[in-house]
């Protein structure tokens, strides 16, 4: 489902007439009530370009929104869209969250055959809605419809309008749904303002072209996309938010909730969330109380925030209620130490109340999951869907490494530790009385490292047997963080997934987590399998190693830019005691490679009834132009070939058939 | 089914165990708002050290009322105390259940109340209340609303205890009773006080032991001036002790249908001075209620919409399988599934009209259009194997679905449903193979038809390998596979999968790692489907030894079970053979050095067997594989014969062909 449907909708025609000028209804004029037929939606009129590899066609996808000034707005829609067979059926499902200030005025919707001959009309009353939250509890009513029909390909024409009142941060962002296996033939976005309206707005991923004109009294801004062809299913593909064609448009004045702010800037915007967190932050007397005997016997300013950040684990749960200004505004702290749960902003304004009444300063921190980069020049509570704290080393005692940032939400995650789901993600930092958008620090891809110390010993009667020390560090940690968690068995079947090995018995698990802002995962057990690698009547064939190196097959041709998220360090240091009587088969083996994208290194070397082996893997992290391809391509296939090589060892005694 | 009962009985005395019987709370000592010192202190649960948390009591109590209105209403009071031992126990503090309320049956709720009980300190019990504003309404649908509440002060350690009550008109049903979870239940009871009037049959399900006590008592309904009207009562006071955790395990169609619950179905409502209705007391009975209650009599004698489309082609039908051939295609060409099973159909025709219907609109067509055919169909009743398994007797709750049983001579009977585009005679989604089926109009309900093994489902391979003279490290295969009955239409459903035929054929192209497809044909009906493809295989050069698969081809679908203990009994989609024969013409300055040994295994009564041979014959080395599944279920106690048997086939399937250059 795009996005954007989550928003948008379309209109009625009598609604519209009566509030539209002239002008602006011939461009919106249809009307689903009339005909029988819409032959130029048949499928035989679609373009053949757009039709290769496309499992969805949006024919028309376009919408009006009428600005009302900072009150709110309508907006009217209209979506055309082909489904050619049952993948791309989602794309005629329809969602919209409403509550109390976004109203669903009206929807309707028709159905066409692969001819363009109706088969199936549907009006508001067909759809379903639920107030099921998708947070622990929130103030929204969702109404949808899924499967319209089922016979492909089909055309569905959906027309919806929807009413924002009681302020607004931005216009619905406008995105088009090219992604693989979707083509798009025409896309109009237009928006009406009253005169000497100010509001900034800018083409994300795209050119599409652009007309600003007057209709009477009001300024009109429009616009217009070619048609796009469905773009090719690659791996290593850029983010949504750098790829996908995209236009911002918002308001510098805004009046949300009626709290007057300005958006111009994120700075400014900051300046307005800020009143949101006033006065949130007095503490219980019994927490007071209960801060002061944790931490006044301790001396440094880390080990304070350390302990409140411990204390604070312990006694809380993350439970999301969002209502009204609610999801903007965090519960306070009395709230949070009363009933000792809260979402991301009732917990990180918690935390930064227990700092507080030590003296240490902290400041709130919005930043998004789903956005790297917070778009300049659109400051909107958008691009932010989370809340963490910063410690600033400048205004607290020196701290050992600089600024500490703290996800509050997590009962597992190491204090000061920034997880992947936010590093390097931009971040909108609230300091006593301004606003500043800066990067949240994102570990080097050296730092990101497993090693591996493993020996194994091969029976060719016996089970194999094997000891395994890791150390997993930074990124490459954060799956364990809960391994401790885990019940006996469910480390067990974890330990035997990633060795590939499911007959395996594992024993003897010891582990611990250390570090806190570059944590370190290490493991020692000792496994057991009747099955490692295979045989044959004479010959035994070996894994590299017990862990399953995999890697893609990577396709020859490289059509988009290549971007990769995550850089690591794989080392495995691996002794193999070998069974009397069989040999290495092929010899020492010595193949290294490596490029910008990484390298690989292959070692394997006989010593005595003892076979060495090292194998490394780096990857690294990074946007690159498609034109590098063929390096990653030489880099995945050394790693496949690496994975699948064997050790074959031969029994001297008995090697012919 | 016994042996199972009493393997488990010993399981459930070992659990018994590990918590003292004098430490459970009971209905006995069971005080709300006052836990035990025993249940305070503990921290782990020794019957399952993995329990992320352990309900300590449960317990719902079901009553009716005769209100002021002169109506009885149901009351539902439920409690829990649970104690939370690990983070991930924490979800029991997020409590939530469901009310129904339409025009004529209204529910409400009432008497939330929560508590979470903690040890400061200086050891003392600290115990924190629900406060209003942590409940939570939302609405579902028209229908149904979600009440949610958050218990607070909850964390590792807890001990949280609840109580709501539900209230309402809905006297007819009594929601299914479950005494066992997702993490161990120590003590779970339910009490059930049903008056005379209504007659509910229980249906207890599961692995455990649940003891259910029936009696009788007494109650009064006031008639003004000091008269009353005495009626029977009648008690059902059920509990279970020490269930374990209820974990998930591969290859089951519907996990529920081995948890210990009890269901509910209404038999009959019988006021004084009224006219008795009964509700599927026998399959006749049954029968009735589905004729009357959803106009299914006239659903069954619809005449055939599809008459136009389907004489044209019955005048070229010879024999009854052709009748039946034509009449399903053109069923199917006409109406899409939408997804969803049923036995209730709003109108067939609409369904037609709209071009798509749930499964019963769709063989509702069928049947007419068979009967338009000349042939005598009716609905074969039953519950798609992931939903809960029928009982033998009848139950008009359980039976959520029908497709159509053709009877031909005596004694011969042909089944059909039209969901599924490439569904053929006998051949159909595998949900709907189940053991029992229940035929309309078979009044003795003794004849149930088992659906599992209608039809003989291969998947047989060949393959012709040699080197390709023109590039250097590389061998040409040629592969032809032909899927038939069952298997061919789970791979005409896979291929639709990908949207259209050349879309399955560049994904094959695309996806394949180890082996290239260079050129694919696919050649399909719903009987039969055959691929032939052409593939390259690249071996790396390691010195002068090239190391094959066994099979050469490259092959993953043989199961590998992980756990080392069944509880539950292994459910495969369905019976069948796979067979794979590749020829490898050794090329001239080549020779086979090593090969996999022969295998030749079966397990379980034969239920499932294998065989591998790799055989060399003037240089051609000719490779024979074949797996045959004979069953579609296994008993846990045969689990451990699986094991052995699936990693006989893995090992020898990992081994290695090993050629070698000779010059």
């Given at each position: 489902m795009k996005n954007f449907c989550c928003i948008v909708l379309s209109f009625s025609a009598i609604f519209f007439s009566s509030i539209f000028p002239a002008a602006s209804r011939t461009a919106f004029s249809s009307s689903l009530s009339t005909g029988d037929s819409y032959t130029e939606y048949a499928v035989s009129t679609i373009a053949d370009s757009l039709l290769s590899k496309a499992d969805v066609v949006v024919r028309l996808d376009s919408s009006l929104v009428y600005c009302r000034g900072t009150s709110g707005y309508s907006m009217y829609s209209k979506e055309v869209i082909t489904i050619m067979n049952r993948i791309g059926s989602e794309y005629a499902d329809f969602q919209i969250a409403t509550n109390r200030n976004l109203e669903l005025k009206s929807y309707s919707a028709i159905i066409l055959d692969k001819n363009g001959n109706v088969v199936k009309k549907l009006s508001k009353k067909d759809l379903q809605k639920t107030q099921l939250s998708q947070a622990y509890f929130d103030d929204y009513t969702t109404w949808y419809l899924s499967k319209p029909y089922d016979r492909y390909p089909y055309t569905i024409i959906t027309e919806t309008s929807v009413v924002q009142s009681n302020g607004f941060f931005s216009f619905p962002q406008w995105t088009l749904p090219h992604t693989p296996g979707v083509s798009v033939e025409r896309s109009v976005y237009t928006i009406y303002t009253p005169e000497n309206y100010i509001f900034n707005s800018k083409a994300i991923n795209c050119a599409p072209e652009f007309v600003a004109s007057k209709d009477g009294d009001r300024n009109v801004y429009t616009w217009k996309f070619a048609p796009l062809k469905s773009p090719e299913r690659e791996p290593f593909l850029m983010p949504v938010e750098k790829?996908?064609?995209?236009?911002?448009?918002?308001?510098?004045?805004?009046?949300?909730?009626?709290?007057?702010?300005?958006?111009?800037?994120?700075?400014?915007?900051?300046?307005?969330?800020?009143?949101?967190?006033?006065?949130?932050?007095?503490?219980?007397?019994?927490?007071?109380?209960?801060?002061?005997?944790?931490?006044?016997?301790?001396?440094?300013?880390?080990?304070?925030?350390?302990?409140?950040?411990?204390?604070?684990?312990?006694?809380?749960?993350?439970?999301?209620?969002?209502?009204?200004?609610?999801?903007?505004?965090?519960?306070?702290?009395?709230?949070?130490?009363?009933?000792?749960?809260?979402?991301?902003?009732?917990?990180?304004?918690?935390?930064?109340?227990?700092?507080?009444?030590?003296?240490?300063?902290?400041?709130?921190?919005?930043?998004?999951?789903?956005?790297?980069?917070?778009?300049?020049?659109?400051?909107?509570?958008?691009?932010?869907?989370?809340?963490?704290?910063?410690?600033?080393?400048?205004?607290?005692?020196?701290?050992?490494?600089?600024?500490?940032?703290?996800?509050?939400?997590?009962?597992?995650?190491?204090?000061?530790?920034?997880?992947?789901?936010?590093?390097?993600?931009?971040?909108?930092?609230?300091?006593?009385?301004?606003?500043?958008?800066?990067?949240?620090?994102?570990?080097?891809?050296?730092?990101?490292?497993?090693?591996?110390?493993?020996?194994?010993?091969?029976?060719?009667?016996d089970s194999t047997l094997m000891e395994i020390e890791d150390t997993y560090s930074g990124e490459m940690a954060e799956d364990l963080f809960t391994f401790g968690d885990l019940s006996k068995e469910d480390m067990e079947k974890y330990l035997k997934n990633s060795l590939d090995l499911p007959l395996a018995k594992i024993y003897d698990i010891r582990f611990s987590l250390t570090g806190d802002r570059y944590p370190q995962f290490k493991i020692k057990f000792k496994a057991s399998t009747p099955t490692y690698g295979s045989s044959s009547q004479s010959r035994m064939f070996i894994p590299l190693s017990p862990f399953g190196l995999s890697a893609y097959k990577l396709k020859k041709e490289r059509h988009a830019p290549i971007y990769v998220e995550t850089g690591f360090n794989r080392i495995e240091h691996i002794t193999m005691d070998i069974p009397q009587g069989y040999e290495l088969e092929g010899g020492n083996v010595n193949q290294q490679m490596g490029n910008g994208f990484g390298g690989g290194n292959t070692e394997i070397k006989k010593e005595g009834q003892q076979i060495r082996i090292l194998v490394e893997r780096n990857v690294s992290s990074g946007t690159f132009s498609e034109k590098e391809y063929p390096q990653l391509y030489k880099l995945y296939e050394f790693l496949r070939k690496q994975g699948n090589k064997k050790i074959v060892l031969i029994n001297k005694n008995n090697n012919t058939l | 089914?016994?042996?199972?009962?009493?393997?488990?009985?010993?399981?459930?005395?070992?659990?018994?165990?590990?918590?003292?019987?004098?430490?459970?709370?009971?209905?006995?000592?069971?005080?709300?708002?006052?836990?035990?010192?025993?249940?305070?202190?503990?921290?782990?649960?020794?019957?399952?050290?993995?329990?992320?948390?352990?309900?300590?009591?449960?317990?719902?109590?079901?009553?009716?009322?005769?209100?002021?209105?002169?109506?009885?209403?149901?009351?539902?009071?439920?409690?829990?105390?649970?104690?939370?031992?690990?983070?991930?126990?924490?979800?029991?503090?997020?409590?939530?259940?469901?009310?129904?309320?339409?025009?004529?049956?209204?529910?409400?709720?009432?008497?939330?109340?929560?508590?979470?009980?903690?040890?400061?300190?200086?050891?003392?019990?600290?115990?924190?209340?629900?406060?209003?504003?942590?409940?939570?309404?939302?609405?579902?649908?028209?229908?149904?609303?979600?009440?949610?509440?958050?218990?607070?002060?909850?964390?590792?350690?807890?001990?949280?205890?609840?109580?709501?009550?539900?209230?309402?008109?809905?006297?007819?049903?009594?929601?299914?009773?479950?005494?066992?979870?997702?993490?161990?239940?120590?003590?779970?009871?339910?009490?059930?006080?049903?008056?005379?009037?209504?007659?509910?049959?229980?249906?207890?399900?599961?692995?455990?032991?649940?003891?259910?006590?029936?009696?009788?008592?007494?109650?009064?309904?006031?008639?003004?001036?000091?008269?009353?009207?005495?009626?029977?009562?009648?008690?059902?006071?059920?509990?279970?002790?020490?269930?374990?955790?209820?974990?998930?395990?591969?290859?089951?169609?519907?996990?529920?249908?081995?948890?210990?619950?009890?269901?509910?179905?209404?038999?009959?409502?019988?006021?004084?001075?009224?006219?008795?209705?009964?509700?599927?007391?026998?399959?006749?009975?049954?029968f009735e209620s589905l004729a009357k209650l959803w106009d299914y009599e006239s659903n069954l004698k619809i005449s055939n919409p599809l008459h136009d489309k389907l004489a044209p082609l019955l005048s070229k039908a010879e024999t009854d399988e052709d009748k039946m051939r034509v009449a399903l295609k053109v069923v199917q060409e006409n109406i899409e599934w939408n997804g969803k099973f049923s036995i209730f159909s709003r109108n067939p025709k609409s369904a037609l009209k709209e071009g798509t219907g749930n499964s019963a609109d769709i063989n509702f067509l069928l049947i007419a259009a068979l009967h338009d055919a000349g042939l005598k169909a009716i609905p074969l009743l039953f519950n798609p194997r992931n939903r809960q398994r029928l009982y033998m007797y009848p139950s008009l709750d359980n039976i959520n679905c029908f497709i159509v049983d053709v009877q031909l001579d005596p004694g011969k009977h042909a089944f059909l449903d039209a969901t599924n585009k490439y569904s053929d005679i006998n051949i159909f989604n595998p949900l709907l193979m189940v053991d029992k089926a229940f035929p309309y109009g078979d009044n003795s309900g003794k004849n149930p038809v088992n659906l599992t093994s209608l039809t003989s489902n291969t998947i047989r391979s060949t393959a012709m390998?040699?080197?390709?003279?023109?590039?250097?490290?590389?061998?040409?295969?040629?592969?032809?596979?032909?899927?038939?009955?069952?298997?061919?239409?789970?791979?005409?459903?896979?291929?639709?999968?990908?949207?259209?035929?050349?879309?399955?054929?560049?994904?094959?192209?695309?996806?394949?790692?180890?082996?290239?497809?260079?050129?694919?044909?696919?050649?399909?009906?719903?009987?039969?489907?055959?691929?032939?493809?052409?593939?390259?295989?690249?071996?790396?050069?390691?010195?002068?030894?090239?190391?094959?698969?066994?099979?050469?081809?490259?092959?993953?679908?043989?199961?590998?079970?992980?756990?080392?203990?069944?509880?539950?009994?292994?459910?495969?989609?369905?019976?069948?053979?796979?067979?794979?024969k590749t020829i490898f013409a050794v090329p001239e300055g080549w020779e086979i050095v090593d090969m996999p040994k022969p295998l030749r295994i079966s397990a379980c009564n034969n239920g499932i067997n294998a065989m591998y041979t790799a055989a060399l014959n003037n240089n051609m080395l000719q490779i024979s594989f074949s797996y045959k599944l004979n069953r579609v279920m296994f008993t846990p106690e045969e689990y451990n014969d699986l094991v052995i048997f699936f990693k006989s086939i893995n090992d020898t399937l990992n081994s290695k062909i090993v050629v070698r250059k000779t010059n």
């Amino acid at each position: 489902m795009k996005n954007f449907c989550c928003i948008v909708l379309s209109f009625s025609a009598i609604f519209f007439s009566s509030i539209f000028p002239a002008a602006s209804r011939t461009a919106f004029s249809s009307s689903l009530s009339t005909g029988d037929s819409y032959t130029e939606y048949a499928v035989s009129t679609i373009a053949d370009s757009l039709l290769s590899k496309a499992d969805v066609v949006v024919r028309l996808d376009s919408s009006l929104v009428y600005c009302r000034g900072t009150s709110g707005y309508s907006m009217y829609s209209k979506e055309v869209i082909t489904i050619m067979n049952r993948i791309g059926s989602e794309y005629a499902d329809f969602q919209i969250a409403t509550n109390r200030n976004l109203e669903l005025k009206s929807y309707s919707a028709i159905i066409l055959d692969k001819n363009g001959n109706v088969v199936k009309k549907l009006s508001k009353k067909d759809l379903q809605k639920t107030q099921l939250s998708q947070a622990y509890f929130d103030d929204y009513t969702t109404w949808y419809l899924s499967k319209p029909y089922d016979r492909y390909p089909y055309t569905i024409i959906t027309e919806t309008s929807v009413v924002q009142s009681n302020g607004f941060f931005s216009f619905p962002q406008w995105t088009l749904p090219h992604t693989p296996g979707v083509s798009v033939e025409r896309s109009v976005y237009t928006i009406y303002t009253p005169e000497n309206y100010i509001f900034n707005s800018k083409a994300i991923n795209c050119a599409p072209e652009f007309v600003a004109s007057k209709d009477g009294d009001r300024n009109v801004y429009t616009w217009k996309f070619a048609p796009l062809k469905s773009p090719e299913r690659e791996p290593f593909l850029m983010p949504v938010e750098k790829r996908i064609p995209t236009i911002l448009a918002s308001p510098a004045d805004f009046n949300y909730y009626g709290i007057p702010g300005n958006a111009s800037t994120w700075e400014e915007y900051g300046n307005w969330q800020m009143h949101l967190l006033v006065e949130r932050d007095e503490l219980p007397e019994p927490l007071v109380a209960q801060i002061h005997a944790l931490t006044d016997k301790l001396s440094t300013c880390y080990d304070k925030a350390k302990a409140l950040y411990d204390y604070m684990l312990f006694s809380t749960r993350y439970v999301s209620i969002q209502i009204g200004i609610g999801g903007l505004r965090p519960m306070s702290a009395k709230e949070v130490f009363n009933t000792k749960f809260g979402d991301c902003k009732a917990l990180a304004n918690y935390y930064i109340s227990m700092l507080k009444e030590i003296g240490i300063k902290a400041c709130y921190v919005e930043t998004g999951t789903d956005c790297i980069d917070f778009p300049c020049e659109f400051a909107t509570p958008s691009s932010t869907n989370h809340a963490i704290v910063k410690i600033p080393a400048e205004e607290n005692d020196p701290l050992p490494d600089g600024d500490i940032w703290v996800e509050c939400t997590s009962a597992y995650n190491p204090f000061g530790y920034i997880h992947s789901k936010i590093a390097g993600h931009d971040a909108l930092c609230y300091y006593n009385g301004y606003a500043k958008v800066e990067k949240l620090p994102r570990n080097l891809d050296s730092l990101n490292r497993t090693v591996s110390n493993i020996h194994v010993t091969i029976s060719a009667k016996d089970s194999t047997l094997m000891e395994i020390e890791d150390t997993y560090s930074g990124e490459m940690a954060e799956d364990l963080f809960t391994f401790g968690d885990l019940s006996k068995e469910d480390m067990e079947k974890y330990l035997k997934n990633s060795l590939d090995l499911p007959l395996a018995k594992i024993y003897d698990i010891r582990f611990s987590l250390t570090g806190d802002r570059y944590p370190q995962f290490k493991i020692k057990f000792k496994a057991s399998t009747p099955t490692y690698g295979s045989s044959s009547q004479s010959r035994m064939f070996i894994p590299l190693s017990p862990f399953g190196l995999s890697a893609y097959k990577l396709k020859k041709e490289r059509h988009a830019p290549i971007y990769v998220e995550t850089g690591f360090n794989r080392i495995e240091h691996i002794t193999m005691d070998i069974p009397q009587g069989y040999e290495l088969e092929g010899g020492n083996v010595n193949q290294q490679m490596g490029n910008g994208f990484g390298g690989g290194n292959t070692e394997i070397k006989k010593e005595g009834q003892q076979i060495r082996i090292l194998v490394e893997r780096n990857v690294s992290s990074g946007t690159f132009s498609e034109k590098e391809y063929p390096q990653l391509y030489k880099l995945y296939e050394f790693l496949r070939k690496q994975g699948n090589k064997k050790i074959v060892l031969i029994n001297k005694n008995n090697n012919t058939l | 089914m016994k042996k199972i009962f009493i393997t488990i009985a010993v399981l459930y005395a070992c659990i018994s165990n590990a918590f003292a019987a004098d430490d459970i709370t009971t209905d006995e000592n069971f005080k709300f708002g006052k836990p035990t010192a025993t249940e305070f202190s503990m921290t782990s649960y020794e019957g399952d050290a993995d329990a992320d948390a352990v309900i300590l009591y449960d317990n719902v109590l079901i009553h009716y009322i005769f209100t002021s209105n002169g109506d009885f209403k149901q009351v539902r009071e439920c409690i829990s105390r649970i104690k939370i031992l690990k983070e991930d126990g924490l979800r029991f503090a997020d409590v939530s259940f469901m009310l129904y309320n339409s025009n004529t049956l209204k529910s409400v709720y009432s008497g939330i109340t929560a508590y979470s009980f903690n040890t400061d300190a200086n050891g003392k019990t600290v115990k924190t209340e629900l406060k209003k504003s942590s409940i939570f309404k939302e609405k579902v649908d028209d229908n149904y609303s979600l009440i949610k509440f958050t218990i607070p002060e909850v964390k590792v350690g807890s001990l949280i205890e609840y109580r709501y009550k539900v209230t309402t008109d809905d006297i007819y049903n009594i929601p299914s009773l479950s005494f066992q979870a997702s993490v161990p239940t120590l003590y779970s009871s339910a009490q059930l006080y049903i008056p005379e009037f209504f007659r509910f049959r229980k249906d207890t399900w599961g692995y455990y032991h649940i003891d259910v006590q029936q009696g009788t008592d007494t109650d009064q309904i006031a008639l003004g001036g000091g008269s009353y009207y005495t009626y029977n009562i009648e008690t059902v006071k059920m509990k279970a002790v020490g269930i374990p955790a209820m974990k998930n395990e591969q290859f089951i169609w519907d996990s529920d249908s081995y948890r210990a619950h009890v269901d509910f179905e209404l038999q009959s409502i019988n006021f004084p001075n009224s006219q008795p209705h009964y509700y599927s007391h026998t399959w006749g009975d049954l029968f009735e209620s589905l004729a009357k209650l959803w106009d299914y009599e006239s659903n069954l004698k619809i005449s055939n919409p599809l008459h136009d489309k389907l004489a044209p082609l019955l005048s070229k039908a010879e024999t009854d399988e052709d009748k039946m051939r034509v009449a399903l295609k053109v069923v199917q060409e006409n109406i899409e599934w939408n997804g969803k099973f049923s036995i209730f159909s709003r109108n067939p025709k609409s369904a037609l009209k709209e071009g798509t219907g749930n499964s019963a609109d769709i063989n509702f067509l069928l049947i007419a259009a068979l009967h338009d055919a000349g042939l005598k169909a009716i609905p074969l009743l039953f519950n798609p194997r992931n939903r809960q398994r029928l009982y033998m007797y009848p139950s008009l709750d359980n039976i959520n679905c029908f497709i159509v049983d053709v009877q031909l001579d005596p004694g011969k009977h042909a089944f059909l449903d039209a969901t599924n585009k490439y569904s053929d005679i006998n051949i159909f989604n595998p949900l709907l193979m189940v053991d029992k089926a229940f035929p309309y109009g078979d009044n003795s309900g003794k004849n149930p038809v088992n659906l599992t093994s209608l039809t003989s489902n291969t998947i047989r391979s060949t393959a012709m390998v040699s080197l390709n003279p023109d590039e250097e490290n590389t061998f040409d295969i040629k592969r032809s596979t032909v899927h038939t009955n069952l298997a061919a239409y789970l791979k005409n459903n896979e291929i639709e999968q990908y949207g259209s035929e050349e879309k399955y054929i560049e994904n094959e192209k695309e996806t394949s790692v180890t082996m290239p497809v260079e050129e694919m044909k696919v050649e399909r009906s719903s009987t039969n489907v055959k691929i032939t493809s052409k593939m390259s295989l690249t071996f790396e050069d390691d010195g002068d030894m090239i190391y094959l698969n066994p099979l050469i081809l490259p092959y993953s679908s043989i199961w590998s079970p992980n756990a080392q203990k069944r509880v539950y009994p292994v459910e495969f989609q369905k019976t069948g053979t796979e067979e794979i024969k590749t020829i490898f013409a050794v090329p001239e300055g080549w020779e086979i050095v090593d090969m996999p040994k022969p295998l030749r295994i079966s397990a379980c009564n034969n239920g499932i067997n294998a065989m591998y041979t790799a055989a060399l014959n003037n240089n051609m080395l000719q490779i024979s594989f074949s797996y045959k599944l004979n069953r579609v279920m296994f008993t846990p106690e045969e689990y451990n014969d699986l094991v052995i048997f699936f990693k006989s086939i893995n090992d020898t399937l990992n081994s290695k062909i090993v050629v070698r250059k000779t010059n």
